[in-house]
């Protein structure tokens, strides 16, 4: 849909098992200090990041089912990062955004989105718990309360044949 979404260079979609009927219009009010701590860290860090990054929120079910856990789904990168810690928040932010290690070098202006995707098969590596994993295929973030605002958020992946 045209024009729907603000420009953007990131996309991060956090993924905790909060039924989309218990988000607050703001995710900034969510329950829980997560979202806010994340929020924080974002807006500090604005500046160092250097691009904008889209922060969304979708329903998971979840073997870790803590206000202090999430997944995160990140995308151009097409990558998920199992079960973050909201003490590695800063860390992490800082690897993937600041010092530009993912699968998509934003920063790197020698080569666009599609060619890094192609050519780079390195996921980054994170200490303590963290897993991450490669998302193949093409996804889609659906707006599942038909409000169209910071609440979208229902994952639909679609196999193409």
């Not at 989309?20 to 160092?48: C, T, V």
């Not at 329903?59 to 003490?87: C, G, H, R």
Request: aromatic share 6%; proline share 2%.
């Amino acid at each position: 849909m045209m024009n729907s979404v603000a420009k953007h260079r990131r996309h991060l979609c956090i993924g905790q098992s909060i039924l989309s009927s218990q988000w607050p219009k703001d995710l900034k009010d969510l329950q829980g200090n997560y979202i806010k701590e994340l929020s924080r860290i974002l807006k500090e860090k604005k500046d160092a990041i250097g691009y904008s990054v889209k922060l969304t929120l979708t329903s998971i079910s979840s073997k870790m089912n803590s206000e202090q856990t999430a997944d995160w789904y990140l995308f151009p990168d097409q990558i998920k990062l199992n079960n973050v810690n909201i003490k590695q928040i800063e860390k992490i932010i800082e690897k993937l955004f600041i010092f530009d290690q993912s699968i998509i070098k934003i920063k790197d202006k020698t080569k666009t989105i599609e060619e890094q995707l192609k050519e780079n098969n390195h996921l980054p590596e994170f200490h303590e718990e963290i897993q991450c994993e490669r998302l193949d295929g093409l996804w889609i973030l659906v707006c599942c309360h038909l409000q169209n605002d910071q609440r979208c958020g229902m994952f639909m992946k679609i196999k193409l044949s």
